[in-house]
């Protein structure tokens, strides 16, 4: 089983590396949100700081849900992920470490910049190793939510709106309880717990689910 | 008649929340019969299209 | 293939009985109780006529939770037996779901103009019910976009139900959220409900019910009848042109 999660986490992590640089994607995504939220607001009020968090988090969601479009789909139409079944490998083992490795290769970059987008924004230094917590706890609620929309739109082509649509009304809870973790300022605020117990229900169920979908698409 | 439909300053909002609500409502049973008719005669004529 | 027909025969026979007596059941419930709330109901002592605004309102609210557990129920139905009515069931479910949610916030909306001053506040229960209207969307997409008929209503149902899993948390996110700016909001236990308010809400609810189950039985015959028109259609089309030809040449005689 620890083969089979190292197979997939280094072919994805490889394939990543070659793809001409799509895993970052979603970083470049992050940025220019953050770039256009400021000329919405304004130069005086994209300076005030108290915007920080709740823009940061929003540019962070909305980045993780774009890149995770592809998640599936492509393993799903060029038939690899026919042969991993075939192989009687384990689709549940297959859904993890895709996660895990879209972690690293997508996610990661886009949390190592949110710190200067939240400097950009005004945000006091002091406030950001807690919205680094809060993105650590919170983000993998975010992912994994995405992941099963993307899992339930895998055979569809071009399904990045609709993984938005599906996703976004479940992305409620982790964007309230992180803009409110952050809020809150300590570590141990309510919001942060809530928050981590998100991401750690959407660790049960996303991978279940995500799975079962994946296995229909199969049929 | 008109002092009863009266309802004061906020008349205006009571009355267009019934309005707009009659006329989903309606509009939902109107569509509703009308596809239920039009299904039904479809099926009617494909079945007797297809007599032996 | 034998139990797949039966089970729509069997459920047209039932609802030939039980579709009249939900819609008219929903007539002399819904009607006589907007009767009674726009005319007979006495004005509320804090908030006037504009009290009356609930009667159409709260019933939407109620019924659109309801159509969104049963679209969950029918879902898991489909789901777990893989029930063809079931799916079906889910299928013409969600629009009406979203229509009665559309009218929970539009009338929502309305009322909080003449409460709050303001169309919209970010309440508790006005989020959560936009939540829900986001729900019935996005469940309505992804049944339009996966064309084959197998896989959408079992995408459909995980969707679904995954949806019905989360909203309670949802909903307990949007109130914790919405409790931290202490908005106004109004109190209904707090004011004093007259003995025939809360009856007229109460018969206004079930006649908003019975509307809801006569409009997903209807919508369900209707496509019980498209769909085997399209098995009909389909199935003519496969057969040889031999026979077609037989067919309509057969067909002056009958």
């Known amino acids: ?219 | 008649m008109p002092e009863l439909l009266d309802f004061g300053k906020n008349s205006i909002f009571i009355w267009t929340c019934y309005g707009v609500t009659i006329v989903v409502l309606g509009a939902m049973i109107i569509t509703s019969l009308r596809k239920k008719k039009l299904a039904k005669k479809a099926l009617a004529i494909v079945l007797e299209e297809q007599k032996p | 293939m034998l139990s797949y027909f039966a089970n729509p025969v069997r459920f047209k026979t039932l609802s030939k009985w039980v579709a009249p007596i939900l819609g008219i059941g929903a007539a002399v419930l819904i009607i006589p109780s907007w009767i009674m709330a726009l005319f007979i109901v006495p004005a509320d002592y804090q908030q006037g006529d504009t009290f009356r605004i609930m009667y159409v309102h709260v019933p939407a609210v109620f019924a659109a939770s309801g159509a969104y557990a049963f679209l969950a129920i029918a879902s898991f139905f489909s789901f777990v037996w893989r029930h063809p009515l079931a799916d079906t069931a889910a299928r013409v479910a969600a629009p009406i779901g979203a229509a009665f949610t559309f009218l929970g916030l539009f009338t929502g909306a309305l009322w909080g103009k003449p409460m709050w001053g303001a169309y919209w506040v970010w309440d508790a229960r006005l989020t959560s019910t936009l939540v829900m209207l986001f729900l019935f969307l996005g469940y309505m997409a992804i049944r339009a976009a996966i064309r084959d008929e197998n896989i959408s209503a079992r995408i459909g149902a995980i969707a679904a139900m995954a949806g019905a899993i989360n909203l309670p948390i949802v909903k307990y996110s949007v109130e914790w959220w919405s409790s931290l700016h202490q908005s106004a909001s109004i109190n209904l236990s707090g004011s004093e409900i007259d003995n025939s308010m809360s009856t007229t809400l109460f018969v206004g609810i079930i006649g908003y019910f019975c509307l809801f189950g006569w409009l997903v039985i209807n919508n369900m015959l209707s496509e019980l009848d498209t769909r085997r028109t399209r098995a009909l259609v389909i199935r003519s089309s496969d057969q040889r042109p031999s026979t077609a030809s037989k067919q309509s040449t057969g067909n002056p005689d009958a």
Request: charged content about 10%.
């Open chain 1, 1 to 219: 089983m620890i083969s089979q999660l190292k197979l997939i986490v280094f072919r994805d992590l490889l394939l990543a590396t070659r793809s001409g640089g799509s895993w970052a994607q979603g970083s470049i995504f992050f940025i220019l949100f953050i770039m256009l939220a400021a000329f919405a607001l304004g130069p005086d009020q994209a300076e005030r700081g108290f915007i920080a968090p709740a823009l940061v988090w929003l540019a962070v969601t909305f980045a993780s849900q774009l890149s995770l479009g592809q998640l599936f789909s492509e393993d799903l139409n060029d038939g690899s992920l026919e042969c991993w079944v075939t192989d009687n490998r384990s689709l549940f083992v297959y859904v993890i470490g895709k996660l895990f490795s879209h972690w690293i290769s997508n996610f990661a970059p886009i949390l190592l910049l949110s710190p200067f987008a939240a400097i950009m924004l005004g945000a006091d230094t002091s406030s950001v190793p807690i919205l680094m917590i809060s993105l650590l706890v919170g983000g993998p609620a975010i992912v994994l939510i995405g992941a099963m929309a993307s899992a339930l739109t895998a055979n569809l082509r071009g399904a990045g709106l609709l993984i938005v649509l599906i996703s976004g009304p479940l992305l409620a809870s982790p964007l309230i309880f992180g803009v409110g973790a952050v809020q809150a300022g300590v570590i141990n605020s309510v919001a942060m717990k809530l928050l981590g117990a998100i991401s750690l229900f959407s660790l049960v169920l996303s991978p279940v689910i995500s799975r079962l979908a994946l296995k229909i698409h199969l049929e």
